[in-house]
Antibody, heavy 121, light 108 residues
Framework: EVQLVESGGGLVQPGGSLRLSCVAS????????MTWVRQAPGRGLDWVSL????????YYADSVKGRFTIFRDNSKNTLYLQMNSLRAEDTALYYC??????????????WGQGTLVTVSS | EIVLTQSPGTLSLSPGERVTLSCRAS???????LGWHQQKPGQAPRLLIF???SRATGIPDRFSGSGSGTDFTLTITRLEPEDFAVYYC?????????FGQGTKLEIK
């Protein structure tokens, strides 16, 4: 059974940093691309970033480019999102999701339950 | 960036009815890489449809997707009580892999 468990969310001041983690199990982690999607309170889904199975290819939404970094440790079956220079508009529930295949057909087929990030002074 | 526009924003229907949700793209979606996700309150999204018309694992056959290019639809043939939720389309043909704003199905 595929399981994705996010952690690392919390309250952070504007301009601060946070690192999210997502521990995966139930599949061969290194064989699949992974993605982060966020959802602001009461709002829709917002794609954030994607990384290939090997970690060699990464993609970002314009809204986070240069501030967020996606990376993975395949030896630990863990996906990360390093978030710097956080803004109030980054406040959201952050979901980690497994991609059905590689970066060419990057549809999420399994989702975690999310970790909440709140950016506020 | 491909912008996806879903319509209508909200639908009020009764169990047993048939419903069609629309997703229109601002430009052609590469290889019909268009998916649909269902999200219930307090839950993570769940993949329903990928490749515009293929059902994901375990999805009942009352859910079907169709379309190509810029116009896509999700049809639910007979609404069950558990189908009342928010539905999002997503294109994954080109980065950024954008979502539509969602259509909320509510019980009438």
């Amino acid at each position: 059974e595929v399981q994705l468990v996010e952690s690392g969310g919390g309250l952070v001041q504007p301009g601060g940093s946070l690192r999210l983690s997502c521990v995966a199990s139930g599949f061969t982690f290194s064989s699949y691309a992974m993605t982060w999607v966020r959802q602001a309170p009461g709002r829709g889904l917002d794609w954030v970033s994607l990384i290939s199975g090997s970690g060699s290819s990464t993609y970002y939404a314009d809204s986070v480019k240069g501030r967020f970094t996606i990376f993975r440790d395949n030896s630990k079956n863990t996906l990360y999102l390093q978030m710097n220079s956080l803004r109030a508009e980054d406040t959201a529930l952050y979901y980690c999701a497994k991609i059905a295949g590689g970066v060419v057909a990057a549809i999420p087929d399994y989702w975690g339950q999310g970790t909440l990030v709140t950016v506020s002074s | 960036e491909i912008v996806l526009t879903q319509s209508p924003g909200t639908l009020s229907l009764s169990p047993g009815e048939r419903v069609t949700l629309s997703c229109r793209a601002s430009q052609s979606v590469s290889s019909n890489y268009l998916g649909w996700h269902q999200q219930k309150p307090g839950q993570a999204p769940r993949l329903l449809i990928f490749g515009a018309s293929s059902r994901a694992t375990g999805i009942p056959d009352r859910f079907s997707g169709s379309g190509s290019g810029t116009d896509f639809t999700l049809t639910i043939t007979r609404l069950e009580p558990e189908d009342f939720a928010v539905y999002y389309c997503q294109q994954y043909g080109s980065s950024p892999y954008t979502f539509g704003q969602g259509t909320k199905l509510e019980i009438k």
